[in-house]
């Protein structure tokens, strides 16, 4: 089955700051790649995805980029503000099964 | 309107109790899952449903029993109740299968006493 490696667990960052979290994969079919936030006491939402047919995805101050021959995606975020600070997960498909496995997840701190 | 509704949102019973946690999707999408999220906010898959049929149930004790009457429906039942069930349950819907975003519900905290 898939294997998700997210990293670092935790990561503290000054208010202006970027921030970079990456996941590894190991199912060299997976094709699809979301990012979610999930904030104290809420749901995850989905805040950006990237398929395998392009190596980077931006959405004003969040990107994704994708290294499909290293098998690893990276989530960044610019000029990094108090509100986003929350859990972030990463996922990759297990096309065959029909789940998505979960990273285990980063805490972002920002720091005013 | 909501995307994905969870209910009930908090649930606190005692040990041996059987509860149940109802889910609807109105997104109009295929697939349908329960991921359980423990105290570490890991989120690990229990089962996932698409188009009323079970394609994925993993290690899951058979306590557990999800239900889908229709595709925009997805019940989780719970039999004799532990004190390690106690955790967030979280519904999700994709609009088919893995490789689509999911949307969850708000989930439910489940609180065995």
């Known amino acids: 089955g898939e294997n998700v490696e997210q990293h670092p667990s935790t990561l503290s960052v000054q208010e202006g700051d970027s921030a970079v979290i990456k996941c590894t994969y190991s199912?060299?079919?997976?094709?699809?790649f979301p990012w979610y936030k999930q904030e104290l006491g809420k749901r995850p939402q989905l805040i950006i995805d990237?398929?395998?047919?392009?190596g980077e995805k931006k959405d004003q101050r969040i990107a994704v980029t994708l290294n499909k021959t290293a098998k690893h995606f990276s989530l960044h975020i610019t000029e990094t503000q108090p509100e986003d600070s929350a859990v972030y997960f990463c996922a990759a498909p297990e096309n065959k099964a029909g789940k998505s496995t979960f990273g285990d997840g980063t805490t972002l701190t920002v720091k005013p | 309107d909501t995307a994905v509704s969870q209910t009930p949102k908090y649930l606190v019973t005692q040990m041996g109790n059987d509860k149940s946690i109802k889910c609807e999707q109105n997104l109009g999408h295929d697939t349908m899952y329960w991921y359980k999220q423990d105290s570490k906010k890991f989120l690990k898959i229990m089962f996932s449903?698409?188009?009323?049929?079970?394609?994925i149930n993993e290690t899951v004790p058979n306590r557990f029993s999800p239900k889908s009457p229709d595709k925009a429906h997805l019940n989780l039942h719970i039999n004799s109740l532990e004190l390690g069930d106690s955790a967030v349950y979280f519904c999700?819907?994709?609009?088919?299968?893995?490789?689509?975003?999911?949307?969850f519900g708000s989930g439910t905290r489940l609180t065995v006493v």
């Open positions: 999700a819907s994709s609009r088919q299968g893995a490789v689509d975003g999911y949307t």
């Open positions: 990237i398929r395998s047919n392009v």
């Open positions: 449903y698409n188009n009323k049929e079970l394609i």
């Open positions: 199912d060299s079919a997976s094709n699809y």
